[in-house]
């Protein structure tokens, strides 16, 4: 089974846990199998992996989410980076030339398309396996995953089926229509659609190679930034009449929000809280390192992060995005595929910051042109390189990084330090990059 992941989202709608770098899918609130906290994409991931071990999984990813990708799957996981944001339909075009050209998948092989953040059980994978026989065995140009609704919502897309079988035909869709629209079509027995959607990848390719002269990956790739901003729906489902439906009736969740977060949380709170006066129907989570009191609150959600602190009814909270746009500031948090980074303060002529980088991980080798830098060892164990002469370092240790000198550090173990810099103009700009033979050390 060849899954291709879609992890979209500009990182508005879960302030302040989620921002551009650290979209919603990447925020570890989930509760693992062994009690440890896992991501929306570790989560989807790992289920795949245990329903299907024989699936090739590919994530569909703009750049800046690699670092945050491989961090938390690992270097080996497949992912086809989009080098510039554009819409639904150039994404899953590039993801399928990916599995063509680079992966070598033959152009009649089912592609299967899901976004890399709904909440869902175990049997939503096994209709994933029947969205491809559907699709390779009557030959339907695509096949979708059509979920039962439980509620009248405009927050949703409506497939029409023809009847109401497990595989039907799609009768027409119809996009976030209002509540008591919505109601009446649940009665006709619409579905809400899920986003997910199977296909022969030479079907996409040859509609790629009409709408968007497609000569090949390396091609496509190389254009990437010219191309139209075009989602799949309007590309292909309005203009496709052979389109089918599996009927899927099990757990599934779109956690776009931080409402429907709530709802599929294993506890009403998430890191250092205390509830106290009778709170109601009230969720907290905290990713700062003081605590939050939650007292007498009813219907409300309180999220707290470097980038920021929200109190919001939960209703309300559905609504943050234009709000947050305003307010939003620098990156406070981040991973990077060899750790994370977390901003502690800042001033006019000074940053602090606790750098944490994993195992045999380490920085590239670069100087500053504008700042000094101050590193203290806090935790682990490492290597540090300054102007080419090497430094074991431990707990306690400090490197002074002045102006020009050329450096970087290798973890030996998880290694945190606190960066401070110094200067007048402090920016990620300032960054001379260097080779470095990082295989003698």
């Excluded at 030959?139 to 029409?160: H, R, S």
């Excluded at 776009?256 to 977060?261: E, K, S, Y």
């Excluded at 959600?301 to 746009?325: F, R, T």
């Amino acid at each position: 089974m060849n899954i291709v992941l879609l992890s979209g989202g500009s990182g508005r709608r879960l302030w302040p846990l989620s921002n551009e770098v650290r979209s919603k899918q990447f925020i570890r609130l989930f509760k693992a199998p062994d009690g440890s906290a896992e991501s929306m994409v570790q989560r989807i991931y790992r289920q795949i992996r245990s329903q299907s071990p024989e699936a090739s999984i590919t994530i569909a990813a703009s750049k800046s989410q690699l670092s945050s990708i491989k961090n938390q799957l690992g270097d080996a996981v497949s992912i086809s980076p989009e080098p510039f944001r554009r819409d639904t339909f150039p994404a899953i075009v590039l993801a399928v030339s990916f599995l063509a050209d680079k992966k070598g998948i033959p152009e009649d092989e089912p592609v299967i398309i899901c976004p890399v953040d709904p909440y869902v059980g175990d049997e939503y994978f096994r209709s994933l396996l029947k969205l491809e026989d559907v699709v390779r065995e009557s030959g339907t140009g695509i096949c979708l995953l059509g979920t039962v609704p439980t509620f009248p919502t405009a927050k949703y897309g409506y497939i029409i089926p023809e009847d109401n079988d497990e595989v039907s035909r799609v009768k027409y869709f119809k996009e976030k229509p209002s509540e008591a629209e919505a109601a009446k079509l649940i009665e006709e027995g619409a579905l809400w659609n899920a986003g997910v959607f199977a296909f022969r990848a030479g079907m996409v390719l040859d509609i790629a190679r009409k709408l968007l002269d497609y000569r090949g990956y390396d091609d496509l790739y190389e254009r990437y930034e010219s191309l139209e901003s075009i989602s799949f729906d309007y590309a292909v489902l309005e203009k496709e009449d052979d389109i089918k439906v599996v009927r899927f009736s099990g757990e599934w969740k779109d956690v776009g929000t931080w409402n429907t977060l709530a709802e599929t949380m294993d506890n009403a709170s998430f890191g250092n809280v205390v509830f106290g006066g009778e709170c109601e129907n009230t969720s907290a989570i905290n990713d700062l390192d003081i605590p939050i009191i939650c007292m007498g609150l009813k219907n409300v959600v309180v999220a707290a992060g470097p980038d920021g602190i929200l109190v919001s009814d939960k209703h309300q909270s559905s609504y943050i995005k234009p709000i947050v746009e305003k307010v939003a500031g620098d990156i406070k948090y981040s991973e990077k595929s060899w750790g994370s980074f977390k901003v502690l303060d800042s001033s006019s002529t000074s940053l602090t910051i606790k750098v944490t980088l994993l195992p045999g991980h380490h920085m590239y080798y670069h100087s500053h042109e504008r700042r000094d830098e101050v590193w203290t060892v806090t935790e682990g164990e490492g290597i540090a390189i300054v102007d080419g002469e090497r430094f074991d370092i431990s707990d306690g240790d400090v490197i002074r990084l002045p102006i020009g000198c050329r450096h970087t550090v290798i973890a030996k173990t998880r290694l945190e330090l606190i960066e401070v810099q110094n200067g007048l103009d402090i920016s990620v700009g300032d960054k001379i990059k260097y080779e470095y033979d990082f295989e003698k050390i």
